[in-house]
């Protein structure tokens, strides 16, 4: 995997990544985006797009939101959201669908 959406794209999904990236790897589940790791050429157009700094390069996802490299890359297992590798987000359209572990999510509060 190249690049990850983690925890500020929650319930937010701005799609100004999506509008940046050439390829067309990054699809819109119910509270988050997803990058397709098979589909996504490591171009990056879409880590400065994103106003609220939610896209990483896998290697430099910060700790504590690890866990979404891995629900990224599973949320393209047709065993758990049914959606494989649809080739290109366009063609798809809002999923409606999450990975079980975004839809149970409960963002952690900043502490003081």
């Not at 990850?4 to 794209?9: D, G, M, T």
């Not at 910060?62 to 494989?84: H, M, R």
């Not at 590798?85 to 063609?91: F, K, L, N, R, V």
Request: hydrophobic residues 40%; negative net charge.
């Amino acid at each position: 995997m190249t690049y990850v959406i983690a925890e500020p794209c929650m319930d937010v999904k701005d799609t100004a990544c999506v509008q940046e990236c050439p390829v067309d790897c990054i699809y819109e589940g119910d509270r988050l985006l997803y990058i397709h790791p098979s589909e996504c050429i490591d171009c990056a157009a879409c880590e400065p797009a994103c106003p609220v700094e939610a896209i990483f390069y896998a290697d430099d996802v910060p700790d504590e939101w690890k866990a979404f490299t891995a629900i990224n890359a599973e949320y393209f297992d047709p065993a758990v959201t049914g959606l494989g590798a649809p080739g290109g987000a366009s063609e798809v359209g809002p999923s409606g669908v999450d990975h079980p572990k975004v839809a149970a999510y409960e963002i952690q509060a900043a502490t003081p």
